[in-house]
């Protein structure tokens, strides 16, 4: 638990009680699938986009003032020091991009969405991903159309 709680808050900045809070918001289970943790916790999926966004820092009055723009939405704070400015947008940042929590089969499968070269931006591969989990409810009944 304290490793968890430790790796939640150097990756995501989140305290190890909002992760229960999105668990339960989540049914208690994957996104996706629905399974609940075992043995491992649930993987936290995230935009990875975020990890390159660019902060701008500069000094404002005695402290010092950050700000980040992405999906849309602008991110600033102003801090005392240069660090904590810049820490405080990338938090803002990091837990906007949160997508939901998933099981090891699941976030392995998101994974492989994730090709550069793919089509579509990797929310909506996610949302795809999702429909087809769904969608398929665990049972093959052949192809969906009869043409030869």
Known sequence: MKNLAIALR?????ELPEYGQLLASQGGGCKICGRPPH???????????????????????????????WGGEHFYDSQPTKRLAWE??????????????LCFL???????????KAPLKPAERF?????????????????TSTRR
């Open 88 to 101: 405080s947008v990338k938090i803002m940042l990091f837990r906007r991009s949160i997508r939901g929590l």
């Open 39 to 69: 043995k491992n916790k649930l993987s936290i999926d995230h935009a990875h986009e975020v990890d390159k966004i660019k902060v701008v820092v500069s000094k404002f009055g005695l402290g010092w003032f950050a700000e980040a723009s």
């Open 127 to 143: 949302d795809a991903a999702a429909k087809y989990f769904r969608d398929f409810e665990g049972s093959f009944n052949g192809p």
């Open 10 to 14: 150097r990756k995501f900045f989140r």
């Open 106 to 116: 699941c976030n392995g499968g998101i994974q492989h969405f994730e090709d550069s």
